[in-house]
């Protein structure tokens, strides 16, 4: 059986070193705090002003501010800052906090769309952390469609939804 970490390459073109080169520096250190802020509050605008009403309404039962606040955490737990998610929320567990949502392939090229807008315009990331970023994101995207898919293996085929607790590392 292929791992999630190999459906997320195969799907998203991105290998597992380019995926986790955001490791190679602390990008926290590099950009700071309000330029995650930034990154994400861009990014959650275009989300929330998207023109196609089923991806605006993937994310219709959640607060914008609450959306921004989760995402910049994440972003900076994981990119070398302080553990700001897991001190409000506990362990990122991305899959199954994914869960309550369609995680298609149709919908992480929509959210990998508003994201790449999202650091093109928000112009205190560098070219080089910008691609390590995207790679990243690209292939994690996908690593949630591997997941969502994997929960639904077993279940009906009207399934778009299950568990898991795995959180995208080199070996996952």
């Known amino acids: ?5 190999a459906k997320a390459s195969e799907w998203s073109g991105v290998n597992q070193d380019d ?11 590099k950009l700071g705090l309000q330029t995650f802020i930034n990154l994400s509050t861009n990014f959650y605008t275009r989300v929330y002003d998207d023109e ?6 993937i994310f219709a039962s959640s607060k914008k501010e609450d959306a921004i606040q989760n995402q910049y ?3 900076v737990q994981r990119m070398g800052g302080p553990p700001l998610y897991s001190q409000r929320k506990g362990h990122p567990a991305l899959i199954a ?4 949502f369609p995680v298609t392939h149709r919908a992480a090229e929509r959210w990998l769309h508003h994201m790449q807008q999202a650091l093109e315009s928000t112009p205190d990331i560098d070219a080089d952390s910008k691609l390590r970023m995207l ?18 293996q077993n ?13 995208p ?3 996952s």
């Open 19 to 29: 995926a986790f080169a955001i490791d190679d520096d602390n990008l926290f250190q």
């Open 1 to 5: 059986m292929q791992s999630l970490q």
């Open 73 to 75: 955490e994440f972003f």
């Open 169 to 171: 590392s080199k070996t």
């Open 97 to 100: 906090r994914h869960r309550p």
């Open 135 to 152: 790679n990243f994101f690209r292939h994690t995207a996908f690593f949630l469609v591997a997941g969502d898919e994997l929960k639904c």
């Open 155 to 167: 279940q009906p085929p009207s399934c778009k939804h299950g568990s898991s607790n795995q959180l």
């Open 52 to 57: 196609e009403e089923w991806f605006r309404s």
